[in-house]
């Protein structure tokens, strides 16, 4: 098998362990794709570890070359990643998408180097979305730009009284501008992080960006509002109706009270009111 040596040398490269683990931020899958110079899904077929840089060298058969040219599908890549608890844990037979970006050692050699913080999952694990992302349509979407929160914060929205009832409604996801709030979605067990699975940040015919709001989306979206109730008083419930989701009468009753009190807040005048939509 012919191999595709995608580094010359890592010659005095070194890797600070604690720039290396430093915290990550949270982005897309989109935003990885199209901010990566190398995308590639591969089979693991050998990991040594090379302790004076701290680093693993990873070899892997490429079955599909995402973001390389296609002639190298087939090939054996090489490439570095952080070793020990900085870096992904690959494992040996196991098919990944991966991700990375060319760096030049002190003699002028380059090498692919997948960092920390770069993109490296399971193909069999991934959302059938991310899937189709990855092999044909994140690379078409790159010129739009997601809005991400680092902080699990809410989000002043635009008023829309088509879609929002107050004018000054919060909320901790929206589809407009391609809002990304993937640290309050995990905060609440059982509800899935719509836009990492689903979303495609996509340029409307008025040249602005917003979350595709296909049919697997929008149904996420909406069982996450009905579902989440949260503990600061922001309701993801907005009207009494929605509160027979909720799975125990106990809870519809709490549920119908609260929403009431809010409304009548609301509508004497009171403070702002987190809602979602």
């Known amino acids: 098998m012919k191999t595709l040596l995608l580094l010359s040398l890592i010659g005095a490269l070194v890797v600070s362990e604690t720039e290396a683990c430093g915290q990550c931020v949270s982005d897309h899958p989109q935003q990885h794709y199209c901010q990566s110079e190398f995308v590639v899904r591969v089979e693991i077929l050998d990991i040594v570890s090379v302790p004076a840089k701290s680093m693993n060298r990873v070899s892997a058969l490429i079955i599909d070359s995402l973001k390389l040219p ?12 952080p070793a ?40 069999r694990g991934l959302p059938q979305d991310q899937k189709k992302g990855f092999t044909t349509k994140y690379g078409r979407l790159c010129e739009c730009q997601i809005e991400g929160s680092q902080s699990a914060s809410s989000h002043k929205v635009a008023y829309d009284n088509t879609r929002n009832t107050y004018p000054d409604a919060r909320t901790f996801w929206t589809p407009d501008n391609c809002y990304y709030n993937p640290l309050k979605s995990g905060e609440f067990s059982g509800v899935d992080d719509c836009e990492s699975e689903f979303g495609f940040c996509t340029p409307g015919s008025d040249g602005e960006c917003s979350w595709e709001l296909s049919p697997e989306y929008e149904d996420c979206f909406k069982k996450r509002d009905d579902f989440v109730l949260v503990d600061s008083g922001a309701f993801a419930i907005t009207d009494p109706a929605q509160c027979s989701v909720l799975p125990s009468r106990r809870k519809r009753r709490r549920c119908r009270k609260k ?19």
């Open 259 to 277: 929403i009431k009190k809010y409304l009548e807040e609301i509508g004497a005048g009171g403070g702002e009111m987190e809602i979602f939509f």
């Open 84 to 123: 020990a608890f900085c870096g992904t844990h690959f494992l040996k037979g196991a098919e990944y998408v991966v991700t990375g970006n060319k760096e030049t050692d002190t003699d002028g050699s380059t090498y692919w180097y997948h960092d920390t913080c770069d993109f490296a999952k399971g193909w």
């Open 70 to 81: 296609k002639r190298n599908t087939g090939k054996t890549v090489e490439f570095y990643s």
